[in-house]
């Protein structure tokens, strides 16, 4: 069993979009204060726009059909 839980997210925009430095802390803040709002420690937060999908994302994308959840 590891000794840490890891939560991982992945944020797609269409190609072409440029994205000034710095535009992921927003969404990066929002997930690490709703986190410990519910009382649970942050150990670490990574991110940036160099992720890459699987090939069932990747498909899923080139499909429309929807990967996330609304609210």
Not at 39 to 58: A, H, P, Q, Y
Request: aromatic share 10%; charged share 30%.
């Amino acid at each position: 069993m590891s000794k840490y839980k890891v939560w991982e997210c992945k944020i797609i925009v269409p190609e072409g979009y440029e994205l000034p430095n710095g535009f992921d802390y927003p969404p990066r803040d929002a997930a690490i204060k709703t986190i410990e709002d519910a009382g649970i420690s942050v150990l670490g937060c990574l991110s940036g726009w160099g992720g890459k999908l699987t090939d069932e994302e990747r498909s899923a994308i080139d499909d429309d059909v929807p990967i996330y959840h609304e609210n």
